[in-house]
């Protein structure tokens, strides 16, 4: 860390030198061996390991280095010296300077420190280093937050809240927050893994809930496993509670690296560019035949994406949650965009209460970086039916509708095939300049024809001597109408491209927003990414 002799110091007494090196020292060994034999054994990291891998050689600058419990003899001498049971400072991720810190499992568990001052967690030290040095905030989290042992310790109980997400909350309208679940996270780790723009866990290996079986089988009577209970087949897969799943610590720490490559430093700083060899002009022949000619037929959406933005660019979040839409960072010219895509794999790409959840999240976190929206559409509509009705989906759906008439980063919207109803309008901004493309394959409308005309005209169906020959020949006669070419002669469609014209197309509408997304850096009036 320091060029020259660090020992040529003759003005400074060499047992104060040699006390600090002993504390350093005894802060280096965290548990003990036997507690961090014990972590290892989990097929867990130390705190101090994953610092170590997901920062850049040599760039970590520890802060608090000497906070902890220290045992002294009867003549008030130094023996032993317990760290404190968080890790936290300064850092680089590939060149650029983040806060990191986590709890330290191996001291007692990774509960919370009881200093006046936190090093880590909500209102600690490590929160307020992100918010002044407008850096990215990293935390791995492995612990469970408070212990019941601190009401003995003070001699009162206190209210919820004395060391609050005050800050936490603050910091997601200011830098990207990003939350790596490690170990078994309960409590105010939990709490903190909610309140990030991206979180990742270990599947298999890490767990996180509001509180854990003991508790549970108390409160509840009920006994269950911990993975049953918050890991990621739970807390990823059906509830959306964490954003990605990883298979290692390794595969957890590459996704944050992943996601923050595409994020600025903070909110008065554009989106990094990315590598723009793929050219920008690069017309994909396979564009044109991806949408099959059969109007029900399921077809690749995440194949079709691929092909147009920049080759390898695109990092997915929540893959496993809310699967009707697809949330994924990429590059177009090297320039980050966020994707919205409807899956017509999934409920034909209907928009349920998961999607809607998923969609409106992911549009902050793009508004709150400056990072452009591309809608791929093809939406049939909302999920309909008792459970969808049942879930909430009509409100969360029209929640995903307001996010997106808030929107104020530039947005372009290319409707692939279906474009219908109140779903169709969460791909649409209006307080942009509304640019709407679409392929030739595209149809919109506030219901398709086929059950429009079934609704519409009930009655005559039903009256004629074969319902569904009256039904068909009612749909034959208003299909024309529903041409794409039809709505483009009336300019109610801004333009119609070829599929192979896409990436082209797309690049240089993205290029443009550049200078807009300049001139609007800055803290919003909200507070940030809901989570």
């Not at 061996?33 to 760039?59: N, W």
């Not at 409920?347 to 992911?362: E, L, P, S």
Request: proline fraction near 6%; include cysteine; charged fraction near 25%.
């Amino acid at each position: 860390m320091c060029a020259g002799n660090v020992n040529a110091v003759p003005d400074v007494d060499a047992s104060v030198v040699s006390e600090l090196g002993f504390r350093r020292g005894e802060s280096r060994k965290l548990g003990g061996d036997d507690a961090v034999e014990r972590q290892h054994a989990k097929g867990r990291l130390t705190v101090r390991e994953r610092i170590a891998a997901m920062t850049d050689p040599g760039s970590f600058r520890e802060i608090g280095t000497l906070a902890g419990t220290g045992r002294y003899d009867e003549h008030n001498r130094l023996v032993s010296v317990t760290p404190a049971p968080y890790v936290a400072g300064l850092a680089r991720i590939d060149g650029r300077a983040v806060a990191i810190g986590g709890e330290d499992f191996t001291v007692r568990g990774g509960t919370t420190f009881g200093s006046l001052r936190r090093k880590g967690g909500q209102g600690g030290f490590i929160e307020d280093l992100a918010h002044h040095y407008r850096v990215p905030l990293v935390n791995l989290i492995d612990g469970a937050g408070g212990s019941v042992l601190s009401i003995k310790r003070r001699g009162h109980s206190v209210f919820p809240g004395v060391h609050g997400f005050e800050r936490s909350v603050g910091l997601l309208g200011t830098v990207p927050v990003v939350c790596a679940v490690l170990g078994t996270a309960a409590g105010g780790p939990a709490g903190r893994a909610i309140l990030s723009h991206f979180s990742v866990m270990v599947r298999d290996n890490s767990q996180v809930f509001a509180a854990g079986p003991p508790v549970v089988k108390r409160s509840l009577g009920q006994e269950i496993d911990k993975n049953d209970l918050g890991g990621a087949a739970v807390a990823v897969d059906k509830a959306g509670t964490i954003h990605n799943a990883a298979v290692s610590e390794e595969d957890a720490f590459a996704q944050i690296r992943r996601f923050l490559s595409f994020m600025p430093d903070n909110v008065w700083q554009l989106p990094p560019r990315g590598d723009a060899s793929d050219p920008v002009d690069r017309c994909d022949e396979r564009l044109a035949s991806i949408v099959p000619q059969r109007r029900t037929q399921a077809y690749n959406m995440h194949r079709l994406v691929k092909l147009v933005c920049d080759e390898g660019s695109t990092f997915e979040l929540q893959p496993t949650y809310g699967k009707a839409v697809i949330t994924l960072l990429a590059r177009l010219g090297g320039r980050p965009v966020g994707i919205v895509a409807n899956n017509p794999m999934v409920y034909g790409g209907a928009m349920d209460v998961h999607a809607a959840r998923k969609q409106i999240h992911f549009m902050d976190l793009c508004d709150t970086f400056h990072i452009p929206i591309v809608f791929f559409v093809d939406v049939p509509g909302f999920m309909v039916g008792l459970r969808a009705e049942e879930a909430g989906t009509l409100r969360e759906g029209m929640r995903a509708v307001f996010f997106a008439g808030q929107l104020s980063v530039p947005t372009i919207t290319l409707v692939v095939r279906k474009c219908y109803g109140m779903a169709g309008m969460a791909t649409c901004n209006k307080n942009d300049v509304d640019l709407k493309l679409a392929w030739p394959t595209a149809e919109w409308g506030s219901l398709p024809v086929e059950g429009g005309v079934a609704a519409a005209f009930r009655g005559d169906i039903m009256a004629a001597p074969d319902p569904a020959a009256r039904e068909k020949e009612i749909e034959a006669e208003f299909r024309p109408y529903a041409s794409p070419f039809r709505t483009a002669e009336a300019f109610a469609v801004e333009e119609i491209i070829d599929p192979r014209e896409t990436r082209p197309v797309l690049c240089e509408f993205v290029a443009l927003a550049e200078a807009r997304l300049q001139s609007g850096l800055g803290k919003r009036s909200r507070s940030g990414v809901q989570p």
